[in-house]
RNA sequence: UCCCCGGUUGUGUAAUGGUAGCACCGCAGACUCUGGAUCUGCUUGUGGGGGUUCGAAUCCCUCCUGGGGAACCA
């Protein structure tokens, strides 16, 4: 066993020491896992840690993950999000190695598995409708929030079919003789069990939906509780790794594996992902796309996988994310400023940097000869000797960005104020000489300086201290870009906590999006491709957008910001 | 409080009867041609009360507290 590795790389955690306890034990002979999801939504962040526990512990015992459809409800299932979930699994970098499977295909096989548990008297046909399957369970009650005891279920009259009716019966129904909701086949436990999901759970209902697989073939459908334990048996799997709210669920899922006499898999429950300032129910995120409060399931404030690449995040940074929050039982919060972390970190070592001005200001240096353009040297990424470098265009009218310039300056700012030096990033040291203001406006609309001819590059020769360097683009041969910079869509730390009568859509942030249509570059960005991430200097990461015409404008969106010590010390300059 | 599962610095997660550690956040400083990056240092924690033990985050009891469950969804 000494070659297993246990998570060197992922840590060790309550699943995998359960894992390599059943390995030890003999419990079984290797790891296969499999990953579940249902078609009916896009992948987010939440799925990516259930993604990482199943494929990371298959992996980390040299095992095999599969990947699952879970698509026995026809209602909401659909083709477009097997793709969607195939495309985005695979551009995390996940391998299910062609192990690619469907609950539907299982379908037959599920059929006959029923009728096994009707001939061994454990399944019975139930002509019992919703309401009436409540009230029998002692469930059917108005305010749920308000039990203090739960009484035992009764059994219901029809429970005590003979084999051979109920066979006949359940045959019928998947013949699709009888209305849909009129019957169902329930598993015979125990009606008075203080788990309600062991009160005769429904197995089969009858619902006539064409299935985006099956189409037509099927006008019965079994519940998850009597699919999953089966198809993972079908599979082999041997450790079923599920979130918290299937605990209760277990002893079913047992039942039915030692009933139907399959393969036993193992079930084991951790907590799924709670992520601050977001929403990660598939239901919630379904509603913001379709009552279109986002452009999409790719919009770049999702915290789907598609929106999270559009918005310029890398799978690495993802993974890397999903491995450091850890797995275990307890229901938790993690701060949104890991996840941020990760990129920052991941795109720091990556990103080519560039120079682009947001909100342009024009500068002047007075100084600098009419008509004469430089080519100045720039690093690519200074993170990366190997990266290279490239020349940008240096003239005597440049953009810089608003915010570098303060006719008043406020404590600790050392960047442009009238009298003060500044470096323009590989290129000059400068004097700031003076403004001009705009009479009727009170606008700055340009400001003046004066350059050091001896600084070019932006080293002095007398190695005097400058202690402000600024971005700026030359203003003639400035590439003009569109750039969205986004904010939370929530602003508050846990979206769904809201009085009552409202929703998480009362909580939607009016500021999560800011569009930015006249945004100036330096030439060079018209290199980078769209979905690559790049830095701005000292604005943030940017991922040039599929909405960027191919000879027309470019668009990039924020990926994040830089981290900004001048903010906060801006700040708390306001707070004082 | 009918059933199930949890509670370790602000957040997340280790420590599996033997020095409560790591990461993020925050704060302070060093360095820096990105107020970026990097480096150094720092603050704050075992929900409460009892018990077992030489020794308890860990085992036991009890209280408190959070989450989940009662779909012909998954």
Known sequence: MGDIDTGTSSGTDFIREAVAADLAQGKCVEVHTRFPPEPNGWLHIGHAKAISIDFGVAESFHGKCNLRFDDTNPEKEDESYVQAIKRDLKWLGYDWEGREYFASDYYERLYDLACGLIRKGLAYVDDLDEDQIK????????????????PPGKNSPYRDRSVGENLDLFARMRAGEFADGSKTLRAKIDMASPNLHMRDPVMYRIRREPHYRTGDKWCIYPMYDFQHPLSDAIEGVTHSLCSLEYEIHRPLYEWFI?????????????????????????????????????????????????????????????????????????????????????????????????????????LIIDNWPEGKTEML??????????????????????????????????????RLFPGNQVRLRYGYIITCTGFDKDPVSGEISAVHCTYDPQTRGGDAPDNRKVKGTIHWVSKDTAVEFKARLYDYLFEAERPTDVPSGQTFLDNLSDHSLEEIDCAFAEPAVKSVLVGQ????????????????????????????????????????????
């Open 377 to 414: 040297s720039a690093v690519n990424n200074p993170e990366n000797p190997e990266g290279g470098s490239r020349e940008i265009p240096f003239g005597r009218e440049l953009f810089i960005e608003k915010d570098d310039f303060r006719e008043m300056p406020p404590p600790k700012y050392y």
């Open 258 to 362: 030692k009933n139907c006499e399959v393969f036993p898999s193992r079930q084991i429950e951790f907590a799924r992902l709670n992520l601050s300032h977001t929403i990660l129910s598939k239901r919630s995120l379904i509603q913001l796309v379709r009552e279109k409060k986002v452009s999409g399931w790719d919009d770049p404030r999702m915290p789907t996988i598609a929106g999270l690449r559009r918005r310029g995040y890398t799978p690495e940074a993802i993974r890397d994310f999903v491995t450091r929050i850890g797995i275990a039982k307890t229901d938790s919060l993690v701060d949104i400023q890991l996840l941020e972390h990760c990129v920052r970190e991941d795109l720091n070592r990556k990103a080519d940097r560039y120079m682009a001005v947001l909100r342009p200001l024009k």
């Open 135 to 150: 009230e029998y369970r002692g469930t059917n009650v108005p305010d749920k929030s308000n039990i203090t005891f739960t």
């Open 533 to 576: 991430t790049i830095q701005f200097e000292r604005l943030g990461y940017f991922c040039k957008d599929l909405d960027s015409q191919e000879s027309g404008k470019a668009v990039f969106n924020r990926t994040e910001t830089l981290r900004d010590t001048w903010a906060k010390i801006e700040k708390k300059n306001q707070q004082q």
